[in-house]
């Protein structure tokens, strides 16, 4: 139906009434094609984002922009980083004795300006929302620079990543997907095909 598309990857039916979903893309537009398991029949197919749940899925990872959104989004993340570490310094107390100014800094004061009052109210929130904010940012930046992250946590836990297997192969045409499906399901008869990625 579309020859000239690149195929990002087959979702395989979940079960009998399921279609297969075959993804692709086609210049800068990405879609999603339904294929009748049974007859190989088209069904149709529609962008990924010409529906809500797909505009705001890449309006969260590429702000619409492809891959330029994709790194604008990993350097915002970064930023946001810095603005959340910035803040926690500026958050702990300063001068000595800060083990008696700490409780002060973790709930607000009654009676006081409204200037004060969101004041602490920024300090109080700020706090406690810390952990949850830094987590989103980090494992966001870490979709967009994953392999700089990857390093980093292995730098940090001192561990190594398991290395991949090198596999020999054969020289010649590449066989077609579907003998390369078979042989993997002949390898596993239990298992149950999920998705093929063509890259």
């Not at 094609?33 to 984002?49: H, I, M, N, T, W």
């Not at 008696?100 to 709930?107: C, H, I, T, Y």
């Amino acid at each position: 139906a579309h020859p000239g598309a690149k195929i990002d990857r087959v979702v395989m039916p979940s079960d009998s009434l399921a279609v297969c979903e075959v993804r692709f893309k086609s210049g800068t537009e990405r879609f999603k094609a339904s294929v009748d398991p049974y007859s190989a029949k088209y069904l149709g197919e529609r962008g990924v984002r010409g529906y809500f749940m797909g505009l705001v899925l890449y309006l969260h990872m590429e702000l619409l922009l492809s891959e330029r959104g994709e790194m604008l989004n990993g350097y915002a993340s970064l930023l946001f980083v810095l603005l959340l570490l910035s803040g926690l310094w500026l958050w702990f107390p300063a001068r000595r004795g800060f083990l008696r100014a700490l409780p002060s800094r973790l709930k607000t004061t009654r009676g006081v300006t409204f200037k004060r009052r969101v004041h602490d109210l920024h300090n109080v929130f700020g706090f406690y929302s810390l952990p949850l904010l830094l987590l989103i940012v980090l494992t966001g930046s870490a979709f967009v620079f994953h392999e700089a992250v990857e390093k980093a946590v292995f730098a940090l836990t001192r561990t190594t990543k398991i290395p991949e297997r090198e596999f020999t192969l054969s020289k010649g045409q590449p066989m077609p997907a579907q003998s390369l499906l078979d042989a993997a399901q002949k390898a596993v008869p239990e298992g149950r095909l999920d998705r093929f990625y063509p890259d």
